[in-house]
C-alpha cells in the first residue's frame, strides 16, 4: 500500500522505441461507480523521475481515479545516460507510447485523461498535444520551461559551438532546492534523492530550446483545455513565454494563474493552497465538458483560417520583394545547374519526379558549383522531413502488413502514387506474400515511372496502375471489391480546400474494408513557408503556397469518415506526419499498432 489508503500502488514497464521504460501507477481501491474508467497522467521536472509524483497524487485527492507517472529515458530507473536521450523530440514519442500503453493496458480511453506536467516535462506535454493531437481531456502545465534562464550571456550560441566539438557534452545544473521551493522538507528530499540528475546533455537542451520556440510560435492550434501556472517567483524559467504561449492557444476553456511568490517549483511549494484550489476547479470543468467533436475542431480550425493565422503568404513589404525577386532569379538562372532544383523549376517542387529525387538524395549537378548547389539543396529541413516521412510511411505500411493474416490475401490501394516508390520498395520485401496492390494517379507520366520501377523491382505480386482523380467520386466505385489499406500520402497537403479532402474521404470510406486501415499524412507546421511561397512553383505551375493544416483538423477529418486514429509517427523537425486509422462500426474505443 506505500502508506496510501485510497491506492495499491504498482510498478511496470512499456516499450517505446526499443527500449523498456520504467513506470508507476495509483490504483483506486474503490472506482468511480457506473462511469468511464478517469485517469491523471503525471509528468515530471527535468532531472527528476516518477517516485516525485507520489505525494502530488495524495495532494490532489482524486481518489476513485487512476494516476499514472513514468520515468522519462535517462531518469530514476529509466536506460540511457543520465539527463540524456537520442532526441528532445524522443521524449515526445515516449509520452505518445506511454498513454497508448495506458489506455490499451487499462481500458482508459484518451479522452479520460487529464495530463499534470510540471517544468519541462509540460514543454514535452504541449509538443505532444500539438504534433500528435490526441483528444486528451485537458492538461495542468506548471512552470513551462519554454525559455530556461541561463544566466550565463550567449550561452545557447557557445553551447551549439561547443557541441560541434563535443557532441556529447554535457551541463551541470546551477539549480539549488532553496531556489524550487520554500519548503524546507522538500527542499531537504530533492537534495538527498540520489536518482536526482544534476546535469542534462547540451544537445537535449538547445533541442528542448528549440521545440519550446516552435510550439509558442504555432500554439493557435492547440485547442485542448489548459490551465497555466506561472510561478511568481521563478528563477529557472522565464515567464513572458508562457504568457505568449496562453494568450495564443485556441482553447475555449483556458486559464492562466501567477502563484505569488512561488518558486519554479510551483506543486512542491510549502503553500499549496491557491495552486489546489484552481486545479481543482479546473479538473471539475474539464470533466463535466463533453470532449471536443470532429465537428467543433474543424468550425476551430476554419475560425483560425479566416483570421489569416494559417496563412502561408502574407503580404509583403518591399524590402521582402526585393529580397524575394533576386531569391527567384538565382534560383531560375545558377539553379539550374542542380538537377533537383532542375526538376523542381520544370516539373514542380512538389511533384511526384522531385520527390523521387529527394528520396533517392543522391546529389548531382553541371560543373563542381552544380553539384555543391544540389547538395545544399537536397539537405534543407522540408526535404530531410520529406526523407523521413517516407520513412515512417513505410514503417507504418509493414506493421500493417504484420499483423494481417499471413493466409489471407492483402489488398492496397494507393490513391495518388507519384512514382509509388514507398509501396513498391515495401512489397519487394515481401514477395513471399499474396498482396494486391492498385496504384492510382492524376498524371500518366507518373504511372509510367511508377510502372517502370515495378519492372525494375521484378516483383511478384500483382500490381494494377489506374489513371483516377483522387477527389472525384467517380474513383471510388463503392461495389469494387474494398482494399485493407488504403494510403493517402503528400496529397492533402497541396490543398487548403477542407471540402476537397472530405469528398476524397469520403471516397475512400466506401472502397475500404470493414476493419481495415488508411494511412495518411499530414503537415501541420513548416519552418520556411514564406520562403517556399515566394520563391518556389508548384506542379500546377504556380507559386507553391502552402496552408498547414493542424494534425488534430486533419484527424477530424478523417473521424468525420469513418475513421479512429490509432497512432502518429512524426520527424525531428516536426514538420509531416504519417498516421494509421482504423475503419468499421465495431473499431472499439482502445486499439493500437505495433511499430514494424
Not at 520504467?22 to 457506473?34: D, L, M, T
Not at 536518482?195 to 542534462?200: E, F, S, Y
Request: proline share 5%; aromatic share 8%; charged share 20%.
Amino acid at each position: 500500500m506505500n502508506g496510501f489508503s485510497a491506492w495499491q500502488q504498482f510498478e511496470g514497464g512499456f516499450l517505446t522505441a526499443g527500449e523498456r521504460l520504467f513506470y508507476r501507477g495509483w490504483q483506486p481501491q474503490q472506482e468511480r461507480p457506473n462511469t468511464p474508467r478517469r485517469a491523471f497522467i503525471f509528468l515530471h521536472r527535468g532531472h527528476e523521475h516518477s517516485a516525485r509524483i507520489a505525494p502530488l497524487v495524495e495532494q490532489l485527492g482524486y481518489q476513485q481515479d487512476w494516476a499514472f507517472a513514468w520515468d522519462a529515458r535517462g531518469h530514476g530507473h529509466s536506460p540511457g545516460a543520465r539527463g540524456d536521450a537520442p532526441s528532445f523530440m524522443q521524449l515526445v514519442q515516449d509520452l505518445d507510447e506511454f498513454v497508448r500503453h495506458i489506455s490499451s493496458t487499462y481500458q482508459i480511453a484518451p479522452e479520460n485523461m487529464l495530463l499534470i506536467a510540471n517544468s519541462v516535462g509540460a514543454v514535452v506535454a504541449s509538443t505532444w498535444l500539438h504534433d500528435y493531437a490526441v483528444p486528451v481531456r485537458g492538461i495542468v502545465m506548471a512552470a513551462a520551461a519554454f525559455d530556461i534562464n541561463l544566466y550565463v550571456p550567449l550561452a545557447k550560441p557557445a553551447l551549439r559551438l561547443a557541441i560541434g566539438f563535443k557532441p556529447d557534452l554535457f551541463v551541470k545544473s546551477y539549480i539549488r532546492s532553496s531556489m524550487l521551493t520554500h519548503c524546507p522538507k522538500q527542499a531537504a528530499l530533492y537534495d538527498a534523492d540520489p536518482l536526482i540528475a544534476k546535469a542534462i546533455s547540451a544537445r537535449i537542451l538547445l533541442e528542448l530550446a528549440d521545440t519550446a520556440k516552435r510550439i509558442v510560435q504555432d500554439a493557435h492550434v492547440i485547442q485542448t483545455p489548459t490551465l497555466m501556472l506561472v510561478a511568481g517567483r521563478d528563477y529557472v524559467v522565464k515567464a513572458a513565454p508562457q504568457q505568449q504561449y496562453f494568450q495564443k492557444l485556441s482553447a475555449k476553456l483556458k486559464r492562466l494563474v501567477v502563484v505569488p511568490e512561488s518558486f519554479h517549483a510551483i506543486l512542491y511549494e510549502a503553500d499549496m493552497s491557491l495552486t489546489l484550489r484552481v486545479i481543482h476547479e479546473f479538473i471539475a470543468d474539464c470533466y463535466e465538458a463533453e470532449p471536443q467533436s470532429a465537428e467543433q475542431v474543424l468550425k476551430q480550425s476554419a475560425e483560425l483560417e479566416s483570421a489569416g493565422l494559417q496563412s502561408a503568404a502574407p503580404k509583403l513589404g518591399l524590402a521582402k520583394q526585393l529580397f524575394y525577386g533576386v531569391q527567384r532569379l538565382l534560383l531560375n538562372s545558377l539553379g539550374r545547374l542542380s538537377v533537383g532544383m532542375q526538376i523542381g523549376l520544370t516539373h514542380g517542387f512538389d511533384s511526384g519526379k522531385s520527390l523521387d529525387y529527394v528520396y533517392e538524395n543522391q546529389p548531382q549537378g553541371r560543373l563542381v558549383l552544380g553539384k555543391i548547389l544540389d547538395q545544399g539543396y537536397l539537405q534543407a529541413v522540408g526535404w530531410r522531413g520529406i526523407r523521413q516521412r517516407k520513412t515512417d510511411l513505410q514503417h507504418a505500411l509493414i506493421a500493417l502488413i504484420e499483423q494481417h493474416p499471413k493466409e489471407q490475401p492483402l489488398r492496397i490501394l494507393d490513391i495518388a502514387t507519384g512514382s509509388g516508390r514507398y509501396v513498391l520498395e515495401i512489397l519487394k520485401r515481401y514477395q513471399d506474400r499474396d498482396i494486391q496492390a492498385t496504384l492510382r494517379d492524376f498524371l500518366p507520366q507518373n504511372l509510367a515511372d511508377a510502372e517502370q520501377l515495378a519492372q525494375s523491382l521484378a516483383l511478384k505480386q500483382s500490381v494494377t496502375f489506374e489513371v483516377r482523380d483522387a477527389f472525384s467520386p467517380d474513383s471510388y466505385p463503392a461495389l469494387a471489391e474494398p482494399f485493407d489499406i488504403v494510403i493517402v500520402s503528400g496529397l492533402y497537403e497541396l490543398f487548403s480546400d477542407n471540402n476537397l479532402i472530405a469528398k476524397s474521404l469520403a471516397g475512400i470510406s466506401q472502397q475500404i474494408a470493414e476493419h481495415g486501415h488508411l494511412v495518411y499524412t499530414g503537415q501541420p507546421w513548416h519552418p520556411q513557408l514564406e520562403l517556399i511561397a515566394n520563391t518556389l512553383n508548384n506542379h500546377r505551375g504556380e507559386m507553391w503556397v502552402m496552408r498547414p493544416r493542424p494534425q488534430a483538423e486533419m484527424d477530424a477529418l478523417v473521424s468525420k469518415a469513418g475513421g479512429r486514429k490509432l497512432k502518429t509517427y512524426i520527424g525531428t523537425d516536426g514538420i509531416f506526419t504519417v498516421s494509421v486509422a482504423k475503419f468499421g462500426k465495431a473499431h472499439g474505443s482502445v486499439q493500437s499498432i505495433g511499430h514494424g
